[in-house]
Structures are given as C-alpha cells and as structure tokens.
C-alpha cells in the first residue's frame, strides 16, 4: 500500500511510521497541477510516496478502564485498515482529497439508508425545540485580510451546551418512542456530544448514561454532570468509550445516541447549512466544516447540494487526526493507529459508514491545518468578536483562511461553521503561545552562542557556521506522554538507576499530553538497549542528539 504526501511533514517520533524519516527510503516525484486562482497558473506539488504497511485492526477484547468499569469482549470483530496519520500530508489549503463520485454504490453493510430523503428529514426536524437558530455574523477584520467575504455560522452560541451538537441528539431522541424513553438512553463522547444528550434527556424527562474517555477535559465533564447525566469515564478514546457504552445499551435496554452515524442525527446537523442557505443573500462559494466522525458536514452536504449544488462543502482536519481524508483517499473507511487529541472535539479514530458515504457523493475535498493554525484562527476569532472557541471549534476558519490564501480567492463569500467554545482554561497558555506561530508567513530561529568580548570575534561570528556540538557518550531524547497521572513518573523509573541523567524538561500540552527532554550518558553498546526500554513504554520519542540549535542553547 502506498501512501501520497504533499510537501509537509511533521517532525517523525518513533513509535509511529513517519513519511520522512532519516530510517526510510523514499522516492520522490513532481506532479503538476492547475492552481485555482484567478490567474490559472501552473504551480508544482512535491510529492514523496512511502511504502506504508497496512495493518488490520481488531477492536481490542479487553481495555484499560477508569475504576471498576470494565468492557466485555464483543461478538463481532470488524475489521479494517489501521493506517498512521502521517501517512497523508499535503500543504495546508490544497484540496488534497477530492472524492469520487459513486453515488450509485454503498458499502455499508449494517444499514440501508441510500433511500433516506434527507432535504425532507432536515425541512420536518425537530431540533427548534431546544436549539436556537444561530446568527451568521461578518468577519469584517478576517475578511479586509484575506480580500474575501468571510462568514461566520455561530453555533459556539447555541444555548446551555455551546455547541451544533445540541442538535444531532434531540432530533433522534425527540423521535423514540415511551418505551424507548422510558427505558433511558446512553451515548459515549469526549464532550460536547455528551452534553447536547445530557440537556436533550432533561428537555424530554429520560434517564441518560454517558461514558467518556478518562482523557475528557474537566469542563466538558463537569458540565454533563450538572445536566443531570449519569458519566462513566472509561477508557482512553473515543472508540472504547462507544464499546463500553453499545454493550451497555444492549445489556440494559437503553437506545444508544450515536455521535454521527445515524440518519436523525445527520438530518438534525443537516439544519445548520439549511439556515446558512437561508441567511446568506449572495452568491456563496464555500461552506467550510469541521470533520470528526463526519455527521456535521453529511448533513449540510445532503441540504446545501440538494438546493445549492454549485457551493463547495469543504471538510476541514487536523494534520494529525484526518480520519475522513484517509478515509476518501483510500476508498473506504479506515482507522487511524494513532491520532493528535489537541481538537478532542473532532478526535476521532474512524468515521461513520453512512457519513463516509454521503461525504464521498457530495462534498469537495478536505483541507488539512496544523496546531499552530488552529491557534492562530482561535485569536482571529478573539479579536474579531470578544469570543474564545474550542480548537476543534476554529478547525473551519484555519481551513478557510488557508484556502482562500492557497487559490488566491478574491472577493467571494465563504462561511466558516465555528462549532463549539468549550475550552479548556488551563489550554489558554497553549493556544496563546502557538497562535503567533501560526500567525508568521515565514519560520522564526532562535540562535544562541558565547563570544569572547572582542571586537574582532564579532566579526568573525557574523560569517561563522557551527559546526555540529555534543558531549562524548551523551544523547538527547525526546518523549510524547499522555496526560494521565503516573506516566511521567513511569518514564523516570523505567531510566532510573540505568544510566546518569544529566538533563530533564518537562512541558505540558494540555490534553494532547507533553513534550519531555532527558540528556542521557547512554555509550554506543548500550543504544539497542536504550531502544527496546524506550519501545516498551509505549510513548512516541525521537532522538534530538544532532539538533544543532538545541545543542548551541543547551552548551
């Protein structure tokens, strides 16, 4: 299997498989391609293609649990492609995977919703009960910078949970039955699914369940609780918090509350792009939405192409948790190995089988964003209207802004959905110290050194190239950790007493875990052994011994 990358990757960590990396061989090729602008030239794509080993994935028979919850071993076993991330980068505001049209074809195997008429689900939804038809608002600042008319689809202001979620889950529960409610009703999500269920149970008077991951932000959390839901945090991601909570549904009764893979949920989303249609009196360009499990953006694809088929829907994805892309480039749904946590909200290891079919029939491609784009769009958002958004909630205007500057697009309208503002405070230092990076046209250095106090050593200096610096027998390591509690402590341990540590540093990144830094005294016999100890803790590391900016810093 072979796995295309355009232009950008990021830095490789063992533990993964890196498209780039000093410990592959690769080859590399130059496509030419049409760039969409106004001008129509022809610009080149430097691509790299990397042989990928796919792996098949088996959902785990037993998992990590919080306390005294405990999955069971399922009875069906489904099977699909485990793929990394990294094994699909291409240059931020290029669409990158445009979807093949099968329209005629569905490879959902559980359902059969290809007769779903969606536009009349979304025209009859129930959602205005609870929910409140968001405003679209101008972003005159956003828009005088990038020379296009940017329009932002407010549904971080939906009442009580602050987020588009609130939707998917009342129009589904609103439909079930007395028996149905009375016997209650379960979901699992890592947060604002959970709450848009929490405050839809207490609207209809139904007793809710909702399993999170143990990695959930405390505000999220917290929030479902004073809901008046009942949580059980249970695992570590999103996919054993839904195992936990499917044999839970069936063991009790309860009518489990998909987050995105359900016809009344894509049809209760569906009702943000029938509003977007309806407030926007202008010829539209694009819609651009965030992408998790893929209901949002299969809701208003199935509205706003029904009766807007000229407007682009464009996916929006982290770098580092693109699902959906891999997805669409691959032809079928996949699962992601491993994924970034920094978005939570749109974390998701594997879309859903009828979001993936309504996405690859209707929409128009998928735009990847960094951290430090997200961030970026995060403080746009705060100077623009006093509001702080979630990151997964400013995933749509980091792809908007990289899209527009990409194709340079000039004077259309496009609308950003921003989709939620629960953020987690103790993530603001995070966010404020990334968002000037993501900010810069150009990469930043800082450069560090000792000069005697002379004139003429100065001068020297101004031409000098340093020469690669380290000490005799010493490396330096760096380490990605969950934000759980024991982990750092488990690293230390696992080195302690095996060889002298001569430098620790230790950054926290909010729940997408934490960047440490040890300086060992590992001698050139021992590195296979450093390696094997470094391979059993289960976290990603990379070797930062030949970082010449981080060796002239350190010495």
């Known amino acids: 299997m072979e796995a295309l990358c355009f232009e950008y990757s990021p830095t490789p960590l063992f533990g993964t498989t890196p498209c780039h990396s000093m410990f592959q061989k690769t080859k590399t090729l130059t496509i030419n391609k049409a760039a969409k602008s106004h001008k129509n030239q022809l610009s080149n794509i430097t691509a790299t293609l990397t042989n990928q080993k796919v792996e098949i994935f088996h959902r785990a028979s037993h998992l990590n649990s919080h306390k005294k919850t405990k999955l069971p071993k399922p009875s069906h076993i489904p099977q699909l492609m485990r793929v990394p991330a990294e094994s699909l980068v291409y240059e931020s505001g290029f669409l990158g995977v445009v979807p093949k049209k099968l329209a005629g074809e569905s490879h959902n195997h559980n359902h059969n919703y290809k007769d779903i008429n969606y536009l009349n689900e979304i025209l009859l939804s129930k959602v205005y009960d609870v929910a409140v038809e968001t405003p679209l608002e101008y972003a005159s600042k956003l828009s005088e910078k990038l020379d296009v008319h940017i329009w932002l689809k407010r549904e971080d202001l939906q009442p009580g949970v602050f987020s588009f979620k609130l939707r998917r889950a009342y129009n589904m529960m609103a439909k079930l039955s007395r028996e149905q409610l009375r016997k209650g009703v379960i979901c699992c999500s890592a947060g604002n699914h959970a709450q848009g269920v929490a405050l839809s149970a207490q609207k ?32 570590e991601s999103y996919a054993e918090a839904q195992e936990y909570a499917k044999h839970r549904a069936k063991e009790e009764g309860r009518t489990f509350v998909p987050g995105f893979d359900h016809p009344d949920i894509i049809a209760g989303q569906g009702t943000v792009g029938m509003e977007i249609v309806r407030q926007l009196h202008a010829p539209l360009h694009a819609i651009f939405v965030p992408v998790g499990g893929g209901g949002l953006i299969a809701g208003i694809a199935a509205y706003v192409k029904s009766v807007c088929p000229e407007v682009k829907i464009i996916g929006v994805e982290p770098y580092d948790a693109n699902s959906m892309a891999l997805s669409l480039y691959h032809g079928q749904r996949i699962v992601l190995d491993k994924m970034g946590n920094f978005a939570e909200g749109v974390a998701i290891e594997e879309v859903g089988e009828e979001t993936f079919r309504l996405c690859r029939e209707l929409i128009d491609g998928v735009i990847l964003v960094s951290h430090d784009a997200i961030c970026a769009s995060i403080k746009d958002m705060f100077d623009e209207k006093r509001s702080i958004l979630e990151p997964a909630g400013a995933l749509a205007i980091a792809g908007a802004k990289a899209y527009c500057k990409y194709h340079g697009l000039q004077g259309e309208n496009v609308v950003a959905v921003t989709s939620g ?124 011994t030949s970082n010449k900016a981080l060796q002239l810093l350190l010495h």
């Open 204 to 235: 209809l008077g139904v007793d809710a369940v909702v399993a999170m991951p143990t990695t959930t932000p405390e505000i999220k959390l917290k929030t479902v609780e004073r809901l008046g839901a009942t949580v059980v945090l249970v695992g």
């Open 421 to 544: 503002a629960n953020m987690n405070f103790n993530k603001l230092r995070l966010v404020s110290q990334l968002a000037d990076v993501g900010r810069q046209h150009e990469p930043e250095a800082v450069f560090s050194t000792i000069v005697p106090q002379k004139r003429e050593k100065l001068e020297q200096f101004s031409g000098l190239v340093c020469d690669q610096l380290s000490i005799e027998n010493e490396i330096l390591c760096r380490f990605v950790i969950p934000d759980r509690p024991g982990v750092l402590m488990k690293l230390l341990n696992a080195f302690n007493g095996r060889w002298t540590m001569n430098l620790f540093h230790y950054q926290g990144q909010g729940e997408s875990g934490g960047n440490v830094l040890m300086g060992l005294q590992v001698v050139s016999s021992e590195m296979d052994e450093f390696k094997a100890l470094a391979d059993t803790l289960g976290c990603d590391y990379a070797f930062e």
